[in-house]
Nanobody
Framework: QAQLAESGGGSVQAGGSLRLACEAS????????MGWFRQASGKAREGVAA???????AYADSVKGRFTISIDNAEKRLYLHMNSLNPEDTAMYYC???????????????????WGQGTQVTVSS
């Protein structure tokens, strides 16, 4: 059973940056597609960024040009680099992983089998 653990959340002012990290046990990061999702209070969980096993990426329109998803194979971590944060980015952020061999990066919640507990990101104006 794969277990995912996020870290790196926190409180920042608008315009600031954060880097989220996801580590895994019982799962090989990079072997299958993975993604970052977020859920703001009272809203549905939404896909933010995803990466396929061959490096394809996908981003929500709201974060394009500001967020970057990456994998560090040496550290065996999935990252989400977040720049130019604004209050609308405030949410719990989740790492998600899949075990299918689909090559396509996906922002669809239903595409993922494994989820971390989340890390809170709060952006103040």
């Amino acid at each position: 059973q794969a277990q995912l653990a996020e870290s790196g959340g926190g409180s920042v002012q608008a315009g600031g940056s954060l880097r989220l990290a996801c580590e895994a046990s019982g799962y090989t990061i990079g072997a299958y597609r993975m993604g970052w999702f977020r859920q703001a209070s009272g809203k549905a969980r939404e896909g933010v960024a995803a990466i396929g096993p061959y490096g394809s990426t996908a981003y929500a329109d709201s974060v394009k040009g500001r967020f970057t998803i990456s994998i560090d194979n040496a550290e065996k971590r999935l990252y989400l680099h977040m720049n130019s944060l604004n209050p609308e980015d405030t949410a719990m952020y989740y790492c998600a992983a899949d075990r299918t061999m689909s090559p396509r990066a996906s922002l669809d919640v239903s595409a993922y089998n494994y989820w971390g507990q989340g890390t809170q990101v709060t952006v103040s104006s």
